[in-house]
């Protein structure tokens, strides 16, 4: 079964500060991507995705991600972070048709941002 | 207006009782799935179902059960065989129409055993 590896738990960074989240997958087989965010009390929401095409996939807030297959890498990254970005974010990935689909998530990184 | 209802938002049972979750979608979405949120553990797979009448076991099934009777639903029952089950059960859907989907989750239910 493919894993997902996060390599930060906890992150804390004041506002301006540039980010990135590692998030590494163990599957060797064309994949998709995903990171999602779970902001404070809301539901869990897609920033962005790959699934083919350019690796550097931008999404919603202005956070992008860029998938780098030799690396098996997605990481997430932003320029200037904002207290509002304070949340947990997830790295997943597809696992085929073999699992109906279903997401196989990274354990979590809580971005805290400090005014 | 669209989208996953999980009801209800806390629950609280006793040791040994079984509970059901609500997951209700009106999305028209063919897919559905349960996960379990733990702090620091991530989400992990419980149960999914690609149509009506079929569901399949995820990676933590062990404790739980579920059904398909309707499109839009798929309700979770945790039995009292479930070792640990205060969590974060978070029912998700998606349209089922190749890998490329991006699923949609509910607000969640947090459970706790008592």
């Known amino acids: 079964a493919q894993s997902v590896s996060q390599h930060n738990h906890h992150v804390i960074l004041s506002e301006a500060a540039s980010l990135e989240l590692g998030c590494n997958y163990s599957?060797?087989?064309?994949?998709?991507l995903f990171w999602y965010v779970q902001y404070p009390g809301q539901h869990l929401q897609l920033l962005l995705k790959?699934?083919?095409?350019?690796?550097l996939v931008k999404g919603i807030k202005g956070f992008e991600a860029e998938f780098i297959k030799s690396k098996f890498s997605f990481n997430l990254r932003k320029p200037s972070v904002q207290w509002s970005d304070t949340a947990e974010y997830f790295c997943?990935?597809?696992?085929?048709?073999?699992?109906?689909?279903?997401?196989?998530f990274g354990k979590g990184t809580s971005l805290l941002v400090t005014p | 207006d669209g989208g996953i209802t999980q009801s209800p938002k806390y629950l609280f049972r006793k040791e040994g009782q079984n509970v059901t979750l609500s997951c209700e979608q009106n999305l028209n979405h063919d897919a559905m799935y349960w996960y379990r949120q733990d702090p620091g553990q991530g989400l992990r797979l419980i149960y999914y179902s690609q149509i009506v009448n079929d569901f399949q076991k995820g990676d933590i099934a062990e404790g739980y059960s579920v059904s398909r009777e309707k499109k839009e639903s798929f309700p979770l029952t945790v039995t009292s065989a479930q070792k640990n089950p205060t969590a974060f059960y978070l029912c998700a859907s998606d349209p089922s129409r190749g890998s490329h989907n991006e699923q949609f989750f509910g607000p969640g239910t947090r459970l706790t055993v008592l």
């Open positions: 790959y699934f083919s095409g350019d690796p």
């Open positions: 599957y060797g087989g064309t994949v998709n």
């Open positions: 997943a990935v597809n696992e085929g048709r073999n699992s109906g689909y279903a997401l196989n």
